[in-house]
């Protein structure tokens, strides 16, 4: 099988719009001929990623208790250490959680993506794309008693995402439909950065990945975007290289029970760019069917910097895409606008020189 995604760049998720709306016509103007899917930008209060879900989700349920909240000075956590701190009440043995807030924002972003797409703001083709944090990074604030909370958590997360994953291809065509999982609190906990988690981080990834992933219909595209995250600032844990990437990659595709039509996985900073060790895990992928984007973006440098980190990939891995590191909407600079135009520039510009090195010939 060939992948069904060939596209030169993946939007991440977020977008530094201040709407929906200016977030999909947006992305249809600037991104509609080099992309395969538009996320909605996640604005709002999701532009706190998993923030959304320790306040829309979690902290609401009536079996749990917010044991502490450490405040920023701006009333605005700056980090993952000033974040609520929950605990599942005494004598609580299961949870259940009615529906999802986040698949409720979905379809109403679809319906809108439809009406745009049919006044012909976004190009005919591109299907809408929908960002779904894997359980540990949705459950991250389970830090009182990680050990006995987490495990009836996510017991019931699960439940949850079987039931709104069909609700949500129920509403959402599957040919229209991109899910991306995005993994980053499980990447963490595997680098052994997380103060409060416990034994078994490699099966709070794998786990999921073999019960949930299958459940997406195959007509849906599917996609995993695997990131050291960007709160308060990227990355929050610098790796050393990019084997632990390659090494969930390789799981994940080859234990999804479905086909994976992308992954995305977060490149180095800016000093590494030329770092070859950094880089050669790459050859060590083992996903003949999956298209790979690369997370090299980086708008410190500019084109020249992304061309010195495609130069060193390509060393390892012949053929990908490239993105970037995370998404982009809780980083906008001093215009959103001119963040995207810019993000634009930098990807085409790459492309351009590859079409042009083709002509040229070695």
């Not at 797409?117 to 005919?124: L, T, V």
């Not at 495990?151 to 899910?179: G, H, M, Q």
Request: hydrophobic share 40%; charged share 25%.
């Amino acid at each position: 099988m060939s992948s069904r995604v060939r596209s030169d760049l993946l939007l991440v998720g977020s977008l530094p719009a201040d709407s929906t709306e200016t977030a999909l016509r947006a992305a249809g103007e600037l991104f509609g001929d080099m992309v395969f899917a538009l996320p909605d930008g996640e604005t709002g209060p999701r532009a706190a990623w998993v923030g959304y879900e320790r306040e829309r989700l979690v902290r609401p349920h009536p079996d749990v208790e917010t044991v502490a909240v450490t405040e920023s000075p701006t009333g605005i956590p700056r980090h993952a250490y000033e974040t609520p701190i929950f605990r599942i009440r005494d004598g609580v043995t299961d949870l259940r959680w009615d529906s999802w807030p986040r698949i409720d924002d979905a379809i109403a972003s679809y319906r809108l993506f439809r009406a745009l797409r049919d006044q012909s703001a976004i190009p005919d083709g591109l299907r809408f794309q929908v960002g779904l944090p894997f359980p540990a990074s949705a459950l991250n604030g389970f830090k009182a008693n990680f050990g006995a909370d987490y495990p009836v958590a996510e017991r019931a997360f699960a439940d949850l995402v079987r039931r709104e994953l069909e609700r949500l291809t129920s509403e959402i065509p599957p040919k229209d439909l991109a899910i991306q999982w995005d993994v980053c609190y499980e990447v963490l906990d595997l680098e052994g950065v997380l103060a409060w988690t416990s034994d078994g981080a490699w099966e709070r990834f794998t786990g999921p990945v073999a019960s949930l992933t299958h459940l997406v219909p195959e007509d849906v595209l599917l996609g995993y975007h695997f990131c050291y995250g960007t709160f308060p600032e990227w990355p929050m844990y610098e790796a050393r290289d990019m084997s632990l990437l390659v090494r969930m990659a390789n799981h994940a595709v080859a234990q999804s029970g479905r086909a994976v039509d992308w992954v995305h996985m977060a490149g180095p900073r800016y000093l590494r760019s030329e770092d070859e060790s950094f880089f050669r895990p790459l050859s060590d992928l083992n996903t003949p069917d999956t298209r790979v984007y690369l997370g090299i973006v980086l708008p410190l440098d500019g084109i020249p910097g992304l061309k010195r980190r495609h130069a060193t990939a390509s060393q390892y891995l012949s053929d990908f895409g490239v993105a970037m590191y995370c998404g982009f909407g809780r980083q906008p600079g001093a215009n959103g606008m001119e963040t995207m135009r810019e993000h634009r520039r930098m990807a085409r510009a790459l492309r351009d020189s590859d079409m042009k090195e083709e002509r040229n010939g070695p």
